[in-house]
């Protein structure tokens, strides 16, 4: 099938590779030059592990193309998916200024019928707006939302092996027709009324941001009681009907979908008259989450003033260059502001947080040289190479002997060993 990719964004770009890969013929489209010179080159311009092994064997079997020519991709394809970003207004509503650019670009430049597919996260209703606008074109549309489901830094994995794939179209045949590009992918398949696969996007995200909230209000309840949240999550997480993901205490989730999308959910809800009282509190334990954490690192510094503090992590999780609502920015923020002095490193996404983060902000080459005469160490983001660092040399590097672990990412007993005071979430 041909098919084409307007934007080159996280879902674009993963979705023109993925589909490549899947021996369909795509056209992913971006109106920078410079991004699409570098793309044509082979070279990735966000990191997502995997990601430029398959661009760079597609390229070379010519079944992936990157251009800013919008109207020739689009009518030299079958399928056209809209995959642009959706950011959250200051009333936590999705903006879909991008959506209806692209919209009315297709209208313009179309001179072929056309399935157009909406692959951004977008409101229920945004296709019935989509193919309002693309009416002022005499051809044949037929719109339809196909929402992605990718985690960060695990994407090529889940767009090679989903949960399933959810295709949402007013007509059953061309729902059909659009779950064929994915024949290929052994998974559950689920075509529904276009409305329904909007809001199963929402809802997925919604729920899992409500686990995480949830066990870090159980984190909360066990440093009052003694517990441990890590073994409260394993037991609780042993019963079939719960089961053990998204039990992760620690300082909250982040990116650009979980806070979005349950923010967009509950705005839509409140639109429409319903007052989506749980999603408030989630979002309200998942900001609170974050102060909670600062709390406790001035609680037992006393003072931030003139203190040295190594922030270990980025990024709002591991595999990923994407500082998007990250805990770890915030963190960095606080600890500034309260008169710390940051030195910092993350193995990806320095260069994202070099962007966001002030001048005063200390950005070093390893964790070791961020925690040289470090008066606390702070772990903010779960990067499997963390937990494997010497913490003896650490130690030996470290003015004070303080870690706050956000991600209980450290054997708390082994680094207690080694003379740390170790404050961790939950236990």
């Known amino acids: 099938m041909k098919i084409s990719i307007i934007g080159t964004g996280y879902v674009g ?54 251009t800013t020519d919008f109207a020739a991709a689009v009518n030299n394809s079958d399928f056209v998916f809209i995959c642009v970003g959706t950011p959250p207004k200051a009333d936590g509503s999705a903006d879909l200024s991008a959506v209806k650019v ?43 939302s ?13 767009f090679l092996n989903p949960d399933r794939i959810v295709v949402g ?37 919604a729920f899992l941001a409500t686990k995480i909230s949830f066990i870090n209000e159980i984190a909360n309840v066990c440093e009052k009681v003694g517990a441990n949240v890590e073994q409260v999550a394993q037991g609780i997480g042993l019963d079939k009907r719960i089961n053990p993901y998204f039990l992760k205490a620690g300082i909250g989730y982040g990116g650009s979908c979980f806070p979005k999308d349950v923010k967009a959910l509950k705005q839509i809800a409140g639109s429409m008259g319903y007052d989506f009282k749980l999603l408030k509190a989630v979002i309200e334990v998942n900001n609170g ?63 994202t947080a070099k962007r966001v983060l002030s001048r005063k902000t200390v950005f070093c080459d390893s964790a070791y040289a961020a925690a040289a005469k470090a008066d606390a160490l702070v772990i903010a983001t779960e990067w499997p190479a963390f937990a494997g660092l010497n913490w003896a040399k650490v130690k030996q590097l470290m003015k004070g002997k303080i870690i706050f672990d956000g991600k209980n990412l450290l054997d708390q007993a082994k680094v207690e060993k080694l003379g740390f005071k170790y404050f961790s979430v939950g236990k």
């Open 289 to 351: 989450q974050r102060q909670n954490f600062i709390n406790k690192i001035k609680k037992e510094l006393v003072s931030l003033a003139y203190k040295n503090i190594a922030v270990l992590g980025l990024a709002f999780k591991d595999n990923t260059d994407d500082i998007r609502e990250s805990a770890a920015i915030d963190i960095v923020r606080a600890l500034e502001k309260a008169g710390a002095t940051i030195k910092t490193y993350d193995p990806e996404a320095m260069a």
């Open 102 to 144: 692209v919209a009315g670009q297709i209208a313009q430049a179309a001179r072929k019928n056309l399935i157009v597919i909406n692959k951004s996260t977008v409101p229920v209703g945004t296709g019935r707006l989509v193919e309002k606008i693309l009416k002022s074109n005499g051809h044949k549309f037929e719109v339809v």
């Open 13 to 66: 770009l993963v979705s023109a590779v993925g589909l490549a890969e899947l021996g369909h013929q795509v056209w992913a489209v971006n109106r920078t030059p410079e991004k699409i010179a570098k793309l044509q080159q082979g070279e990735l311009i966000f990191f997502e592990p995997g990601l430029d092994k398959l661009l760079r064997k597609n390229l070379k079997n010519k079944r992936l193309y990157f």
């Open 169 to 205: 179209a007013t007509k059953q045949a061309v729902g059909r027709k659009v779950m064929s590009l994915f024949a290929k992918l052994k998974t559950h398949k689920l075509v529904t009324a276009r409305e329904t696969a909007e809001l199963i996007k929402y809802a997925a995200n």
């Open 146 to 158: 196909c929402p992605e489901f990718l985690r960060e830094g695990r994407a090529v994995y889940d």
